[in-house]
């Protein structure tokens, strides 16, 4: 591809900012087009650019900016419900494409779609940030190589502060957001594969809205979002995983901590501040023999989002796929199996056993 990548961004809330604000650290990258149905979303959007958002051209629909031909690639920030159906038009138009998670709402419209990517002339990415957080990454690696030995169990705690507003509070009802296993969650059960690298067979959650939300109304409804959860999942090759969400823990010193336990060593990773901590196996009543350090995140990255770096690092594999043919690391397929697995726990919740993933569409 000769000159910069024109990208327009479809949806101006706040990963659409997110996002605009890492392209602009991108030097081969020009934001040519943004689209959101708010003409004030699309003003703050553009004065985001600074003077360059003065040539910038705004449409009220993703389709309508595919349509005027100002675009190599796109990157979809709208809301979860709506990612099916904008994604159509970029099909069709061939242009390169990263989709923020979840892929869709429910199994069978991420199942339609990953078919759909499966002969898409563009690079197709879903967006699952948590992957390209630097600690995140480089305690992969370290999982990867035998660091732990072989690999028995993974944990993954949030305890974090609740669901933020969003524009016609689209984001308090299961019905908009696939619920909260799937629209929050999803890029944790994407994780848990990707350490683990096997494929789910059975998920267990026991979740509830049990403090946040309670009061809240809207249009006479009360939201019906899970704010606590438990999920245990057992995987194909007999790993198994779990998740410890709270959104109601506001004061909790690390946001996200990750463990992978196997039976030579514990890995831990803390985020922030980005420390690890290893902890080998050294018998009943041995003195342990931690070791710690600290992953470093360019701090260009942190200050443009508020994802510890990631969506600079995830924004910089995209792109380089798109200018050097460089393998996508989150497929359609991968998209869809995070849906799958927080479709699952939302199910499971709601019917207080376990689901076997067979019974999920899609798989």
Not at 223 to 249: E, K, Q
Not at 289 to 294: A, G, P
Request: glycine fraction near 8%.
């Amino acid at each position: 591809m000769s000159g910069k990548i024109r990208v327009g961004v479809i949806g101006t809330g706040m990963m659409g900012y997110e996002h605009i604000n890492n392209l602009k650290l991108m030097p081969e990258v020009e934001i040519t087009a943004l689209a959101d149905p708010t003409d004030h979303m699309l003003g703050l959007g553009k004065s985001m650019l600074g003077p360059a958002g003065s040539n910038v051209a705004t449409f009220s629909t993703g389709e309508a900016l595919l349509d005027a031909n100002l675009v190599d690639a796109v990157v979809i920030a709208s809301p979860n419900f709506t990612h099916h159906d904008v994604l159509q038009p970029v099909f069709k138009k061939g242009v390169h494409v990263l989709c923020e998670k979840p892929l869709c709402t429910t199994p069978e419209d991420a199942a339609r779609i990953r078919d759909q990517a499966a002969s898409h002339s563009g690079v197709f990415w879903v967006g699952m940030e948590y992957r390209f957080m630097p600690p995140a990454t480089e305690f992969v690696t370290r999982v990867h190589r035998g660091d732990v030995g072989r690999l028995v169990m993974v944990s993954i705690r949030e305890h974090r502060f609740p669901f933020l507003q969003k524009v016609n509070d689209w984001n308090r009802f299961s019905a908009n957001t696939g619920g909260t296993m799937v629209e929050k969650c999803c890029h944790f059960f994407d994780l848990m594969r990707h350490i683990i690298q096997s494929e789910p067979t059975r998920v267990y959650c026991s979740g509830n809205m049990d403090v946040n939300h309670q009061d809240e109304r809207y249009d006479g409804r009360k939201p019906d979002i899970i704010d606590n959860s438990f999920t245990v999942v057992d995987f194909a090759n007999g790993t198994r995983a779990m998740l410890d969400l709270c959104m109601f823990a506001e004061g909790a010193e690390h946001q996200e901590e990750i463990s992978a336990t196997g039976d030579k060593a514990r890995l831990d990773v803390l985020i922030p501040p980005g420390d690890m901590v290893m902890s080998p196996r050294v018998g009943f009543r041995n003195p342990k023999q931690v070791t710690r350090e600290t992953i470093p995140v360019d701090p260009v990255a942190l200050e443009a989002g508020s994802h510890f770096g990631a969506t600079y690092y995830q924004q910089r594999a995209w792109i380089d796929a798109i200018l050097t043919g460089a393998p996508v690391q989150v497929t359609a397929q991968d998209g869809l199996q995070a849906v799958r697995m927080g479709a699952a726990a939302e199910l499971s919740a709601a019917t207080g056993r376990a689901i076997d993933m067979a019974e999920i569409a899609g798989g």
